[in-house]
């Protein structure tokens, strides 16, 4: 397998969907690891304003390390891959009316690191270019698993087959 297949595979894997962020994502993901909704919601809150802050990726992740613990790494690796998503999306999920709403697009607009998810949440999901992706996407996974199976079979002494 190819390093870059690697990383599309990795990645794809790793990233949440944006859907799937809603204004108590973040406090589901902590419940995992508190019995008190209350804890839960407050650590939430604490690794929000660290994800948010507008230092670089080392910084939040040394903060992130030192509130969740290192038994907890797999938390902070899917947190910090899709930090900008959580940040966006919840604080977008948690505004009271559209008008809050259109204000904080225009200001997360302006934030280089937000933009982009701005720009991927008002992508309509039908849309031509997201199918596409989609597909390119799927297509690069199935080429991948074909180009596993096929190094098995052969390190098995099964025939190399072409794709």
């Known amino acids: 397998m190819d390093v870059d297949e690697e990383e599309i595979e990795a990645n794809s894997k790793d990233r949440i969907p944006l859907s799937d962020i809603d204004g108590f994502w973040l406090q589901r993901l ?3 690891h508190h019995t008190d909704a209350i804890d839960a919601k407050k650590e939430a809150e604490k ?4 994800l948010e802050d507008q230092s670089d990726d080392r910084f939040c ?3 992130l390390v030192q509130l969740l613990k290192h038994d907890r790494f797999d938390q902070i690796r899917l947190l910090l891959k899709n930090r900008w998503r ?11 009316d559209k008008t809050s709403r259109k204000n904080l697009e225009e200001e997360m607009k302006k934030n280089p690191f937000l933009r982009d998810v701005i720009a991927e949440l008002n ?6 270019r997201s199918k596409a992706h989609a597909f390119e996407q799927t297509l690069k996974r199935e080429a991948a698993k074909l180009r596993r ?4 079979a052969a390190q098995s002494g099964g ?5």
Do not use: F, H, W
């Open 149 to 152: 199976e096929n190094n098995l």
């Open 86 to 96: 959580i940040v966006c999306c919840t604080k977008l999920a948690r505004t009271q």
């Open 30 to 32: 902590m419940s995992k």
């Open 159 to 163: 025939q190399q087959s072409t794709y």
């Open 47 to 50: 690794v929000l304003s660290v």
């Open 123 to 128: 992508e309509e999901p039908t849309g031509s």
């Open 61 to 63: 992740e040394n903060r």
